[in-house]
């Protein structure tokens, strides 16, 4: 699908962030992954701001203001999905606007 993927057992943001950086054939470029999610946002998106996650074989999206949620996804990935937002949504929306503006995104650290 075009994306930027890292091994599994990634937890370097510095190799995250150098992957993120060097997304240009990217269509849908990941910008965070832990605990087996990978979290990725598409250059050429629709409003609301939001983001993808997925998780094996489930996929969701997440808009980053209100938490709201669509598609399927196991609970308790679902729920460290949503931590993880609250967490970082100043640096999501960052991310979205630098999306809209076809730059390159920056890597958020994973949950710990």
Known sequence: MGRTTLPETQSNVGELESAVMNQGKARMPEISRFLGISIFMYYREHEPPHFHAEYGEFEIIVEIEKGVVSGRFPRCALSLVLEWCLLHK????????????KLPLTAIRPLE
């Open 90 to 101: 100043a640096e999501l929306f960052t991310d979205w606007e630098l999306a809209t503006s």
